[in-house]
């Protein structure tokens, strides 16, 4: 039988990290490629994106079991706070070509959508229910084990 490691218990802060997409400068305008599995570490099964996000509200709010995201802004500019059930960082998104890559495991927030903000969200897996786990006390109980380390 197949053992299967819970990403929660394994992701930390390092493993997520800021993606510098290439940008193709043209006097026409600019133009930047992401392929999966080249500039990202793994193949793109999902892409949607997040916009008219009202004034002082949140999204995300949830960690993904196995599915890792690479979120930009690429229109405006938001925050990204994660947190890996030990420590909490805050990413400033506002270039159309930087993303930051969350982890399975990783509770992401996005928060302080500047007015017109467009954050792209692309995705390893195809969109599954059961991968989120929306309950921050739920979250902390599957991440109990780092926490627990002497």
């Known amino acids: 039988m197949k053992e299967t490691i819970d990403s929660h218990a394994t992701s930390s802060l390092n493993d997520c990290r800021l993606i510098t997409l290439n ?15 080249n500039e990202l570490p793994f193949d793109i099964k999902r892409i949607f994106y997040i916009y ?6 949140e999204r995300g709010g949830h960690s993904h079991k196995d599915c890792t995201n690479l979120l930009v802004a690429v229109s405006g500019s ?5 947190n890996d059930g030990v420590d909490t960082m ?22 302080n ?3 017109g903000s467009v954050v792209l969200a692309i ?3 195809k969109y599954d229910q059961d991968d989120y786990v929306c309950d921050f006390d739920d979250f902390l109980q599957r991440t109990a084990p780092k926490r627990n380390k002497d």
């Not at 008219?52 to 509200?57: A, F, Q, W």
């Open 123 to 125: 995705s390893s897996h």
């Open 23 to 37: 940008k193709h400068h043209h006097e026409n305008g600019n133009l930047t490629v992401v392929e999966g599995n």
């Open 113 to 115: 959508f500047s007015s």
């Open 78 to 82: 938001c925050s990204i706070t994660i």
């Open 52 to 57: 008219d996000v009202p004034g002082g509200i």
């Open 90 to 111: 805050t990413y400033n998104l506002n270039r159309s070509n930087v993303g930051l890559l969350v982890a399975p495991g990783i509770w992401n927030t996005l928060h």
